[in-house]
């Protein structure tokens, strides 16, 4: 329940003047009746998202009726629900449907690979994911666009750089010790959408979950048996973060209008900018309305994130 608990501490300033009527939603799946774990659940206006437990239950306080805000409930393989928030009044099951992304299932065989976006580890300087100079960081998924030279390829497998360590700011000089920084996060794999030429449909049907607390800056996740072919020639490797107690942090941002640095929450892991320059961007974020974006910031120097992905074909 520490994400419930999360989520009401996250809102309860937003919902002060209301009377604290504590709204308990269970997310289960329409034919089984079971709960879905790890649905994103996500408040657009208010910029509030958690990831839910193994239990599915989340808690909205407040009087739902009056509240006018939209709730976004996605989770891999389930239809995603959006419903404004007074819609959740009286109401304490949500039913998700399930669907299968289209998947080959063939076993074909290949004879070559190809390693996409290389880059040297050694020479990553910049991470994201945390905040930016001034502001927190506000979006739910991050993609790598890549492309290969025609499409029925394999994605076999892909390697991301993180940031592994963290400073211990208890000590004030900032220069001592530093601990490592333990994370799990979703890989999700996209096809292109037609329309936006940003990532589009799952490509992968199974939850792909990484667990690390190890320290290591650099991650390699196989996918050979998940059977990815990719079906034209513009894919995306997303990281999704699972909002949840276990990947939070917190960093101290500087606020113009109140004059003083303020606690913002942030969520592990922080990902590398590729040493790289390209001549294209091919990043892209997912922001809170659940709309994919090209991510600027670091343009024109930043053009590619620190994910490799290697090919068969």
Partial sequence: MKRAITFIACIFSLLANAQQKMNKFHIVDSLSGKAIPSTAVTIVRAKLSITTEKDGIFIIPGNLALMRDTVILNTQSYKQIRLPLHKL???????????????????????????????????????????TQTASFDYLQWAQQFSVFKPGILLKQVTLNRLAFGLDLSDRTWTGLVYLDPTK?????????????????????????????????????????????????????????????????????????????????????????????????????????????????????GTDLAIKASVEY
């Avoid at 998947?103 to 300087?125: G, H, Q, S």
Wanted: some cysteine; charged content about 25%; hydrophobic content about 35%.
């Fill in 89 to 131: 009044n009286g109401m304490d099951t949500i039913r998700l449907t399930k669907f299968v992304a289209e998947t080959r299932n063939e076993k074909l065989k290949y004879r070559d690979d190809t390693l996409l976006n290389d880059y040297a580890k050694r020479d990553i300087v910049h991470y994201a994911g945390i905040s």
């Fill in 185 to 301: 996060f979703r890989i999700r794999i996209y096809d292109i959408d037609p329309v936006t030429n940003g990532p589009g449909r799952d490509l992968c049907n199974q939850v792909i979950e990484e667990s690390k607390g190890n320290g290591r800056r650099q991650l390699t996740i196989n996918l050979k048996k998940y059977n990815i072919i990719l079906p034209n020639t513009t894919f995306f490797v997303a990281i999704e973060w699972l909002r949840d107690y276990y990947n939070a942090g917190f960093v101290g941002l500087y606020d113009a209008k109140l004059r003083k640095v303020v606690q913002q929450s942030n969520y592990r892991p922080a990902i590398g900018i590729s040493p790289v320059k390209g001549n294209k961007l091919n990043i892209w974020a997912l922001n809170y309305k659940r709309e994919w974006q090209p991510y600027t910031y670091f343009w024109p120097f």
